[in-house]
């Protein structure tokens, strides 16, 4: 009788500590702590899964790219924008060629600047070929119209099912208030009004597109189908419980109508011909003559797309797949998906929750049964196989089956089998050590032991506080010194950074010469990240203040640091390639921390930090307000704040308070005033002397719109 009691008691041993296991991912599924991992790990099922599909020959790329507009305005002479009539050439080139059906990717909301004729000319090309369908754009805030265009004709769809279909989702982005339509020249003449709005996950990534969106009462489809619709009078929609039937083909949805694209594979995997080479073809064949395109047959019976994909014309969009896509190339995966007919779609959540409740027991009495060492090691590899290879099958199936959540579990389940034999056996700790010790430092293992969830491989997004810095002048500084004295000065003062920088638990990303790239919050958690980047640049200057004599001596010049700070979102990790990498950081938020150190130089500070890390620090930092900027390279001003230790502020604070009010006059765009306000103490501030001749500058412009932005003409 013992063995079967035993047996029962490990059932039930194992039965428990599964379940906790599997609530607590679940716990932790359902708040959402589990949303970054699963977005990368769902990239990645997408980089390693994506493939061809039915439709993917049938679809044909136009595309504006760099060399397009080199061509324009090295041979024809055409700066940006193009004329109208270019993209009509465009359109006769796809009526010519008998393409199916075509969309531009392009907000034609503006009249040309050539002349309404240009627009009738582009306008009278999309008559002659009749298939198009043209870009609108559906905006929740933005928008120029609240009704539909009386001259503008509606669309010719027909709805069946959507109340109970709004009223089972609960769904609230459905339906749009605002829009901005395209010319009249163009509306009038396009077959399909198609939408271009879309909206990244919260990372900034763009898996979802909304097939179909709502204004004025009316159905507008996302552009991407536009090519396909171009060919109908008139399509019925169908709404249903987890998605729409288009036209007799169905395209699931989740409750607020988004639908999950699936990835063919990175940018470039259709088809794709440069604008250029299509505007010369058809010219070449409107003069009798050979056509660039030499494959008469690329856009025969194919749907055709234009868009953007030149840098500077900003359509270029993060995608699951890797690297960039652009705007059209998205809206082209759409109109595959749509003719392939295989969808992603969201796995049901009762059987993510059942499949995480079976692994987690299944794991967890396995450890009851089987407590050695090598079989946890089997067991940890399997809780992190089987989810992988159940999620990659699902994948290919269609759906969406979230993968941490189930490792989760699994993981889970095996930890709480585990401290279960820990509490009762002491073998939990010596488990775990036994397990990682072939491929893990010791110091990292103990980190595990505390915290499993540090088990993450390769980048990840975080948010982090990054610094950047750079000695003024240290070229010429370095021209007057020897290499053995310019090295041992150079390791002196980076030693005496670095050390501020490490016991504020900050990680040096790498050196650069004398400058320092260096963050905060990876790859350990550091709550106060913000405050601890602001401490360490204040502590930085003034351990520079107290070298500065002994450098001085030394070089014969005064040596003076720039730092430029910044928080947001950034991914972090092992990048490189796979012989070499390092522990690094990459994103727009780091861009940004590198402008801000260069930009001091503007306003003669030596410290700048941005509004994201002002808005974290908060009252912990003494700060004044510098400037809003629009730094090279992004189009989005941020507002530019300098720190300083609070007996520094008190002992300026008249200086500083005289400089508030000039700044406030300089947003209001009262230049002559705000110079008056900084010439009382530009001797004292540099700030405040920038101030002077700027406001001198901008006071002999005219200016149509001002916005307060300060806007940098250098890095």
Known sequence: MAAPRATKSK?????????????????????????????????????????????????????LDQNSLDWALEVNGLSWPWPREVYGIIVDYCRR?????????????????????????????????????????????????????????????????????????????????????????????AKVLGNVQMNPDPDGIYRRVRPMGMFDG???????????????????????????ILDGKRIPTDKEGFTVLRYRGPSGTHRAFSAAAVIQSELRLQSGESPTITDTDAFKDKYVLFGFSAPGLFDLRPAPVGGVYTGVEIQATLLDNFLSGDFMQKAPTWLTVVLAILLAMVFAVAVAFFPSVPAAIGLLFCAMAFPLAGTLVFYKAGFWLPLIVLEAAGVMSLALAFGY??????????????????????AVIDQIVENPGLLKLGGQR?????????????????????PEALTTLLNDYLSAMTDIIHTE?????????????????????????????????????KKLAELRPEFKKRMGKEMHMRIGINTGPAVVGNLGSKTRFDYTMLGDAVNLAARLEGANKQF????????????????????????????????????????????????????????????????????????EVF????????????????CRELAGEKLEEWGGVWVMTSK
């Open 11 to 63: 059932l039930i041993q194992g039965v428990a500590t599964g379940l906790g296991g599997a609530l607590l991912a679940l716990l932790l599924y359902a708040g959402g702590l589990f949303q970054t991992w699963e977005s990368g790990s769902w990239d990645w099922r997408a980089r390693f899964l994506a493939a061809p599909g039915a439709a993917t020959k049938d679809i044909v790329l136009v595309l």
């Open 97 to 189: 060629s008998g393409a199916k059906g075509v969309a531009f990717d392009v907000l034609y909301t503006e009249p040309s600047k050539y002349g309404v004729a240009d627009d009738e000319t582009f306008g009278q090309a999309v008559a002659n070929y009749g298939r198009f369908a043209t870009a609108v754009f559906l905006g929740e805030k933005t928008g120029r119209v609240r009704r539909w265009p009386e001259k503008t004709p509606v669309p010719g769809f027909t709805a069946v099912g959507l109340e109970a279909w709004l009223k089972k989702t609960g769904a609230t982005g459905f339906r749009f208030p605002k829009a901005t339509f395209p010319v009249p020249e163009l509306a009038a003449k």
């Open 218 to 244: 009316k159905f507008l489809p996302a552009l991407g189908l536009g090519p396909y619709l171009s060919q109908k009078d008139s399509a019925k929609i169908d709404f249903e419980p987890g998605g729409l």
């Open 421 to 442: 034999n820990y509490t009762t056996e002491g073998r939990q700790r010596r488990f775990i050590k036994s397990a990682f010790k072939q491929y893990l430092s010791p």
């Open 462 to 482: 975080r948010t982090l506080s990054i610094f950047f810095s750079d000695l003024q002048g240290f070229t010429s500084i370095s021209e007057g010194l020897d």
């Open 505 to 541: 638990e900050g990680t040096v990303d790498k050196y650069e010469g004398d400058a320092i790239i260096a963050f905060w919050n990876a790859p350990l958690e550091v709550s106060d990240h913000a405050v601890r980047i602001v401490r360490t640049a204040l502590a930085c200057q």
């Open 604 to 675: 003669g500070t030596y410290t700048m930090i941005s509004e994201s890390t002002r808005e974290m620090v908060g009252d912990a930092v003494t700060v004044r307000e510098l400037a809003r900027v629009a730094v090279v390279g992004r189009k989005e001003p941020v507002t530019v704040y300098e720190p300083m230790f609070p007996d520094i502020f008190e002992d300026r604070k008249e200086i500083f308070e005289n400089f508030e009010r000039g700044l406030h006059l300089f947003y209001d765009g009262q230049f002559d005033a705000a110079r």
């Open 679 to 694: 010439e009382t103490y530009a001797d004292q501030d540099p700030a405040a002397a920038s101030y002077v001749n700027k």
